[in-house]
């Protein structure tokens, strides 16, 4: 077993885990700038260390459906040359996990997202950004 320290998180009501490596940063909510020629799941863009960054509804990207309340974090990540940020319901935390476990089912062709368990709870798991990264214009 190879754990790796995987961000506990939780979007929409579905909680998840990413591998922490993919992570840049984690921030309150910043002034958005709607962007509405992008996409359902795209919020807008912000300013984010002095780059324009889109602002994903990770829910809604996942397809699941939104958190009764607003997003409390942004997840910031940079899956290629530019970053983008991840509105989350919340993070719970960094915890050592496999990621790779065999029991994790696979939900898409390049096993980017399944279902991982996790003391009682089944975790969406995100092996990837990729899903995120199809979202933006």
Known sequence: MTTRPSLVLRIGDRPCCLDARL???VLRPRPLAPFDAAGPAVLG?????GEPT?????AAAL??????APAARWVVARPGRRPLALAVAAV???R???LDQ???WTLDADASVGFLAWN???LLLLRSLRIFEAACP
Do not use: C, F, T
């Open 102 to 104: 065999d029991s994790a």
């Open 45 to 49: 863009a912000a300013i984010i260390r």
């Open 23 to 25: 992570v840049s940063e």
């Open 92 to 94: 719970i935390g960094v």
């Open 120 to 122: 009682s709870d089944v």
């Open 63 to 68: 397809g699941l459906p939104p958190s009764a």
């Open 54 to 58: 889109p602002v994903i509804d990770a």
């Open 96 to 98: 050592p996990m496999d």
